[in-house]
């Protein structure tokens, strides 16, 4: 067990840095081309991605317990040697925006030169970030916002696995069911696109009620209205993160980019380590 909880700690510990490191390259290298507008275009179409792939996953949950857990992992860790082969062909762009300082400070160090420690860099950079947040309290705000809502509907969609099962669904039917609440989120990064001109705060609070849809008819313990609920939710969860992640690329130094969307991404984990037992504690009492 010791051993499984520290494999999840470093596994979301590489996520919070990957999703960092992706997010802030693809933006910079954006705004180097002056394209920094379709930016929500792009997180939209890497979300489809990944709904896509998470439903296929679905799908796949058969095969994989055909197969076994040791060969499962053993695939997902080819995977992650793949992934990490690519990163290494990336490279960073140098790119200046309306966020830097225009005379950066003289006794600032630059922890990107080579003469300072690996671990001192990181330090460096995380405190320059954590400076900046607490300077910008919009951006903190947005931060734990939008966590909260993704963090709400994720373990939504965990707690349908089981209670579907609960309320008559099928074996067979799981897998297509959890299929088509992932799709949800397809239609959310899509519909957000629509919705330019829109003010964040009222998008803010049609999302958060379509979660709080999505809670509501988890608990009619019909299944198929219970599917509507995750695909509800997942809809909302998508199209308000997407948003989200657009205004804070927009608040962003691009000196400080890729650790302000790691902390970000840690802001979500600390949520759902937060909120994981007291979900657990409401959806087994009601």
């Known amino acids: 067990l010791p051993s499984v909880c520290l494999s999840i700690a470093i596994h979301a510990l590489s996520y919070n840095f ?3 490191s992706g997010d802030a390259l693809a933006y910079d290298s954006l705004k180097l081309a002056k394209l ?8 939209s179409d890497q979300s489809v991605i990944y709904r896509i792939t998470s439903g296929i996953s679905t799908l796949c949950a058969g095969l994989a317990l055909l197969m076994g857990y040791r060969m499962a992992y ?3 860790a080819l995977s992650h040697i793949v992934t990490f082969i690519v990163t290494l062909f990336l490279k960073e762009v140098e ?11 003289k006794n600032h160090k630059d922890f990107r030169k080579p003469e300072y420690s690996l671990i001192r860099g990181l330090i460096g950079y995380f405190s320059d970030s954590l400076a900046f947040l607490n300077r910008n309290r919009k951006a903190t705000a947005l931060m ?4 909260f809502v993704g963090a709400i509907d994720i373990l939504l969609l965990f707690f349908l696995q089981s209670n579907l099962k609960t309320a ?23 519909l957000i696109l629509k919705a330019e001109r829109v003010r964040y705060a009222r998008i803010f609070l049609i999302c958060c009620f379509g979660v709080l849809t999505g809670i509501l008819l988890e608990h009619t313990k019909i299944a198929m209205i219970m599917v509507l609920g995750g695909f509800i939710s997942a ?17 962003f130094p691009s000196e400080q ?3 302000l969307i790691s902390i970000s991404s840690f802001t979500f984990s600390v949520i759902m380590i937060i909120l994981s037992p007291v979900a657990g504690w409401f959806f087994e009492r009601w």
């Open 95 to 105: 790119c200046t925006d309306n966020n830097s300082d225009p005379e950066p400070d």
């Open 235 to 251: 809809m909302a969860d998508d199209a308000i993160q997407i948003r989200t992640d657009r205004k804070l690329q927009d608040m």
């Open 144 to 147: 734990f916002l939008n966590s």
């Open 18 to 20: 990957a999703s960092g």
């Open 168 to 190: 008559g669904l099928s074996d067979i039917l799981l897998g297509p069911a959890l299929f088509l609440m992932e799709m949800g989120g397809i239609i959310g990064s899509k």
């Open 257 to 259: 980019r890729a650790t």
């Open 36 to 43: 920094e507008g379709k930016y929500e275009k792009y997180s």
């Open 74 to 76: 053993m695939l997902s």
